[in-house]
């Protein structure tokens, strides 16, 4: 079973650039989860999707971070424009029905200088 | 107070030590618990869950859940060098629009 997939693995942009992440989730999870992790810190969930629809995005900064999930399936996290606190690793999670356990890609380390 | 506290680190063992990894909750709805295991430069990759309390046991990981206290613990026995890596407790409660909630981490380095 293909696991989860993020590109890119590392992304280095200036302040006010934007950035997109992508996420292909493990076949027939519906729910995705994207988390920033910053170093040193847990994981803290961005937003929530169940099927292509949003359960939770609470903690995302909605002023210049957006996410979608096209179709249910893939999911794109977009910030715009950056600032240097935004560095961080993007992470993106699925899981199955239940919503119990999550599996994770590899993530995505952003540096914004 | 955070939803989930981990204990401080970073641990540092020899190898072959038994390590106890902690974390308290404080939000009763939690009925699922899970330990991650992340190396460096890598996502979290899911070690042991357990769903209520109880323990669970998988070859040198044994998993222990008490909801009365709110305290959940990782214990790895015979810790070997590629045990090395960050730990990291997640919880959540029952229902499709949970959302897991994880701690801190916990760095552990197994000396040879």
């Known amino acids: 079973e293909a696991g989860v997939a993020q590109s890119p693995r590392y992304k280095i942009i200036e302040k006010r650039q934007s950035v997109a992440f992508w996420c292909n989730p493990i076949?027939?999870?519906?729910?995705l989860y994207w988390y920033q992790q910053i170093l040193g810190q847990g994981p803290k969930l961005l937003i929530q999707?169940?099927?292509?629809?949003?359960?939770?995005d609470s903690q995302l900064p909605k002023d210049r971070f957006s996410a979608e999930r096209l179709k249910g399936v893939d999911s794109t996290l977009k910030i715009q424009p950056a600032k240097l606190e935004d560095s961080a690793v993007y992470l993106c999670?699925?899981?199955?029905?239940?919503?119990?356990?999550?599996?994770f890609g590899q993530g995505t380390r952003l540096t914004v200088v | 107070q955070k939803e989930v506290e981990q204990d401080p680190g970073p641990l540092s063992v020899p190898e072959g030590a038994i390590v106890s990894l902690n974390c308290t909750y404080s939000?009763?709805?939690?009925?699922?618990f899970m330990w991650y295991r992340q190396y460096s430069r890598k996502g979290p990759e899911l070690l042991m869950y357990?769903?209520?309390?109880g323990n669970k046991e998988d070859g040198r990981f044994t998993a222990q859940v008490d909801k009365s206290s709110k305290y959940i613990s990782l214990f790895i026995r015979d810790s070997q060098p590629s045990d090395s890596a960050t730990y990291l407790c997640?919880?959540?409660?029952?229902?499709?629009?949970?959302?897991?909630?994880f701690g801190k981490g916990i760095t552990l380095s197994v000396r040879p």
């Open positions: 999670a699925s899981s199955g029905a239940g919503n119990t356990e999550a599996f």
């Open positions: 076949s027939g999870h519906a729910t």
């Open positions: 999707f169940q099927n292509n629809g949003v359960v939770d």
């Open positions: 939000n009763s709805a939690f009925q699922y």
């Open positions: 357990t769903y209520s309390s």
């Open positions: 997640a919880m959540s409660a029952v229902g499709a629009n949970s959302k897991l909630t």
